[in-house]
Protein backbone atom coordinates (compact mmCIF):
# COMPACT_ATOMS: atom_id res chain seq x y z
CA UNK A 1 0.00 0.00 0.00
CA UNK A 2 1.14 3.87 -0.78
CA UNK A 3 0.08 6.57 1.09
CA UNK A 4 -0.08 10.16 0.20
CA UNK A 5 -0.24 12.80 2.59
CA UNK A 6 -1.17 16.21 1.78
CA UNK A 7 -0.43 19.54 3.36
CA UNK A 8 -0.39 23.35 2.49
CA UNK A 9 -4.11 23.61 2.30
CA UNK A 10 -6.32 26.80 4.48
CA UNK A 11 -7.71 29.91 3.64
CA UNK A 12 -6.27 32.71 1.20
CA UNK A 13 -7.93 35.60 0.37
CA UNK A 14 -8.64 36.39 -3.61
CA UNK A 15 -5.04 37.09 -5.08
CA UNK A 16 -2.93 35.45 -2.90
CA UNK A 17 -1.02 32.07 -3.18
CA UNK A 18 -0.66 28.81 -1.50
CA UNK A 19 1.93 25.84 -1.94
CA UNK A 20 0.35 22.49 -1.63
CA UNK A 21 2.69 19.73 -1.21
CA UNK A 22 2.22 15.78 -0.99
CA UNK A 23 4.68 13.20 -0.04
CA UNK A 24 4.12 9.20 -1.02
CA UNK A 25 5.84 6.35 0.65
CA UNK A 26 5.52 2.64 1.15
CA UNK A 27 3.46 1.20 4.32
CA UNK A 28 6.16 -0.91 3.91
CA UNK A 29 8.72 1.60 3.55
CA UNK A 30 10.01 0.36 0.19
CA UNK A 31 11.47 2.29 -2.86
CA UNK A 32 8.62 4.02 -4.49
CA UNK A 33 8.92 4.12 -8.55
CA UNK A 34 5.64 6.64 -9.71
CA UNK A 35 5.19 7.16 -12.87
CA UNK A 36 3.27 10.52 -12.72
CA UNK A 37 1.96 12.29 -9.96
CA UNK A 38 -0.86 14.98 -9.91
CA UNK A 39 -3.40 17.40 -8.30
CA UNK A 40 -7.16 17.15 -8.38
CA UNK A 41 -9.92 19.60 -6.76
CA UNK A 42 -13.69 18.53 -6.27
CA UNK A 43 -16.39 21.34 -4.47
CA UNK A 44 -19.42 20.56 -3.18
CA UNK A 45 -22.15 19.28 -5.81
CA UNK A 46 -19.27 19.01 -8.48
CA UNK A 47 -17.45 15.97 -10.27
CA UNK A 48 -13.49 15.83 -9.42
CA UNK A 49 -11.74 17.45 -11.78
CA UNK A 50 -7.84 17.39 -12.99
CA UNK A 51 -5.86 20.89 -11.75
CA UNK A 52 -2.09 19.64 -13.24
CA UNK A 53 -0.29 16.31 -13.60
CA UNK A 54 3.38 16.07 -14.04
CA UNK A 55 5.45 12.95 -15.78
CA UNK A 56 8.86 14.96 -15.49
CA UNK A 57 9.59 18.61 -15.76
CA UNK A 58 8.79 18.76 -19.43
CA UNK A 59 5.74 16.93 -19.39
CA UNK A 60 3.63 18.46 -17.40
CA UNK A 61 -0.82 19.17 -17.78
CA UNK A 62 -2.40 21.85 -16.58
CA UNK A 63 -6.11 22.55 -16.32
CA UNK A 64 -7.56 25.34 -19.04
CA UNK A 65 -8.22 27.38 -15.65
CA UNK A 66 -4.96 27.64 -13.91
CA UNK A 67 -2.70 27.70 -16.43
CA UNK A 68 -0.36 30.41 -15.88
CA UNK A 69 -1.34 30.66 -12.44
CA UNK A 70 -0.90 27.41 -11.39
CA UNK A 71 3.17 25.49 -11.48
CA UNK A 72 3.26 21.64 -10.60
CA UNK A 73 6.72 19.96 -9.59
CA UNK A 74 7.71 17.13 -8.50
CA UNK A 75 11.12 15.46 -6.82
CA UNK A 76 11.55 12.10 -7.62
CA UNK A 77 14.33 10.33 -5.37
CA UNK A 78 12.31 12.59 -2.52
CA UNK A 79 8.19 10.78 -4.06
CA UNK A 80 6.77 13.92 -3.51
CA UNK A 81 4.94 16.73 -5.54
CA UNK A 82 3.90 20.17 -5.02
CA UNK A 83 1.50 22.52 -6.26
CA UNK A 84 2.37 26.31 -6.42
CA UNK A 85 -1.18 28.51 -6.97
CA UNK A 86 -0.88 32.42 -7.20
CA UNK A 87 -3.63 34.97 -8.24
CA UNK A 88 -6.17 32.62 -6.49
CA UNK A 89 -9.63 33.15 -7.09
CA UNK A 90 -12.61 32.09 -5.11
CA UNK A 91 -13.75 29.48 -7.44
CA UNK A 92 -10.57 27.65 -6.95
CA UNK A 93 -12.05 26.65 -3.29
CA UNK A 94 -12.27 23.49 -3.40
CA UNK A 95 -10.76 20.05 -1.84
CA UNK A 96 -7.46 19.05 -3.56
CA UNK A 97 -6.78 15.66 -3.95
CA UNK A 98 -2.92 14.69 -4.52
CA UNK A 99 -2.80 11.72 -6.97
CA UNK A 100 0.09 8.93 -7.96
CA UNK A 101 0.14 6.47 -10.39
CA UNK A 102 3.02 4.03 -9.35
CA UNK A 103 4.84 1.02 -10.97
CA UNK A 104 4.15 -2.37 -9.55
CA UNK A 105 6.54 -4.30 -10.39
CA UNK A 106 6.89 -4.94 -14.13
CA UNK A 107 3.19 -5.33 -14.71
CA UNK A 108 0.97 -2.53 -14.61
CA UNK A 109 0.51 0.37 -12.40
CA UNK A 110 -1.99 1.48 -9.66
CA UNK A 111 -3.62 4.65 -9.05
CA UNK A 112 -3.27 6.39 -5.28
CA UNK A 113 -4.98 8.92 -3.54
CA UNK A 114 -4.64 11.43 -0.67
CA UNK A 115 -7.76 12.06 1.70
CA UNK A 116 -7.48 15.83 0.45
CA UNK A 117 -6.93 18.90 2.05
CA UNK A 118 -9.12 22.12 1.72
CA UNK A 119 -8.32 25.08 0.07
CA UNK A 120 -11.00 28.30 0.81
CA UNK A 121 -10.02 31.36 -1.04
CA UNK A 122 -12.04 34.40 0.60
CA UNK A 123 -12.21 37.78 1.69
Known amino acids: QVQLVESGGGLVQPGGSLRLSCAAS???????????MGWYRQSPGKQRELVAT???????NYADSVKGRFTISRDNAKSTADLQMNSLKPEDTAVYYC??????????????WGQGTQVTVSS
Open 26 to 36: AASGGILRIYS
Open 54 to 60: IIDASNT
Open 99 to 112: HADVYLGNWGRTDY
